[in-house]
C-alpha cells in the first residue's frame, strides 16, 4: 500500500552532553490506528540529514508505509541553520562515541514518548537502520549495541575507521593535538582533534563496524558503488563476508560515486537512476524484514 499524504515534524532532543539532536520525523498521515515500522536515518561524514536526496528519500520512503527519522548527530558541526557548518568546535571532537550514543538516545527518546508522533502510532521495538558512509559504519554499531534494532541497510559505508586514518592525520594528531581537512564542497578548513582518533582506538571493540558485524542475526544489506573512491567498495565486501546474519546481502552497483549520482544541494524531480536502484532495493528490504 502507499500512502500519499506525508507529514513531517521536526525538533530536537539532547544528547547526553545536552547538545541538540536536531530531527525529522516523516509518516503518513491520517492512519492513527495503524501501526508503522520506524526506520532512523544516519548521515555521513561532513554531512547532515538534510544533504542533498536524503530528505526526499526519507520522504519517498515514508509512502511505503515507514515512520521514517533522519537525525543530525549532536557533534556533526552543523546547528540551527540545518545545512551550514558553523559549529566547527563541535565537530572537531565528534567520536564515534558519541555518534554511537546519540543514536540510542533517539531510540529511547522514541520509546518514552520525547518525540512524539502527529498522526501515527509507532513501532520503537523493531526498528530498521539506514546509514551513509561513516554513518552507514555507526548503523552496523548500533544494530549490535541496541536490541530494538531489527533490520539494517548501509549505503557506501566504512568497515573500519581505524583502517581508514591517513599516515598525516596519525602524525598531526600526535604532534599537535589536531589535523586540518578540507572540505571540498564548501571549501572550508574542519578541524579533528585528536580525541576522534583516541576514541576510535581505545574503544575499538564497540565501536569497529568490522568487528560488531559478527554480532548482527538480523537482516542486512550492504550497498555500495564500485566507483566510489572515497570509501571502497571493499568495505562493503568485507562487512557483507563478516556479518553473523544468515540473512544478509549485498548489492555493488556499476561506477556512481560515494553518492550514488546525487549532489547538494538537489533541486531534480526525480532521483538519478543509480540513487533510484539504491532507494528500489532499500525500500524493498524494509518491506520484506521490517513490514
Known amino acids: 500500500m502507499t500512502y500519499s499524504n506525508i507529514i513531517k515534524t521536526s525538533g530536537s532532543v539532547s544528547s547526553t552532553e545536552d547538545l541538540a539532536i536536531y530531527y525529522d520525523l516523516y509518516e503518513p498521515s491520517g492512519h492513527s490506528h495503524r501501526q508503522f515500522p520506524l526506520i532512523i536515518f544516519l548521515h555521513g561524514f561532513k554531512g547532515f540529514k538534510d544533504w542533498g536526496a536524503f530528505p526526499d528519500a526519507c520522504a519517498e520512503l515514508s509512502t511505503k508505509g515507514f515512520a521514517v527519522l533522519a537525525m543530525n548527530f549532536s557533534l556533526n558541526g552543523v546547528g540551527e541553520s540545518m545545512t551550514e557548518f558553523d559549529q566547527l568546535d563541535l565537530f572537531a571532537r565528534e567520536t564515534l562515541s558519541q555518534d554511537l550514543d546519540d543514536v540510542g538516545t533517539v531510540i529511547q527518546a522514541l520509546k518514552s514518548g520525547k518525540i512524539e508522533t502527529d498522526s501515527a502510532e509507532i513501532d520503537t521495538d523493531a526498528i530498521g537502520l539506514i546509514g551513509h558512509s561513516r554513518g552507514g559504519h555507526t548503523a552496523v554499531s548500533a544494530a549490535a549495541e541496541y536490541d530494538e534494532v531489527a533490520c ?3 549505503w557506501s559505508a566504512v568497515a573500519d575507521y581505524n583502517a581508514h586514518w591517513s599516515d598525516q592525520m596519525i602524525a598531526d594528531w600526535k604532534e599537535k593535538g589536531v589535523t586540518d581537512i578540507k572540505n571540498g564542497r564548501t571549501g572550508q578548513i574542519m578541524p579533528v582533534k585528536d580525541v576522534v582518533y583516541k576514541d576510535a582506538q581505545e574503544n575499538a571493540d564497540r565501536l569497529m563496524a568490522v568487528k560488531r558485524v559478527r554480532e548482527l542475526s538480523i537482516p542486512a544489506l ?15 565486501e568485507k562487512l557483507y563476508r563478516n556479518c553473523g546474519s544468515s540473512e544478509k546481502e549485498i548489492k555493488l552497483l556499476p561506477d556512481s560515486g560515494h553518492t550514488f549520482g546525487t549532489a547538494h544541494p538537489f533541486e531534480d524531480e526525480e532521483f538519478p537512476e543509480a540513487f533510484q536502484q539504491v532507494f528500489d532495493k532499500t525500500s524493498a528490504w524494509f518491506e520484506d524484514h521490517l513490514q
Open 222 to 236: 550492504f550497498v555500495h558503488s564500485k566507483g566510489d573512491q572515497g570509501v571502497s567498495y571493499g568495505d562493503a
Open 152 to 154: 539494517l541497510v548501509t
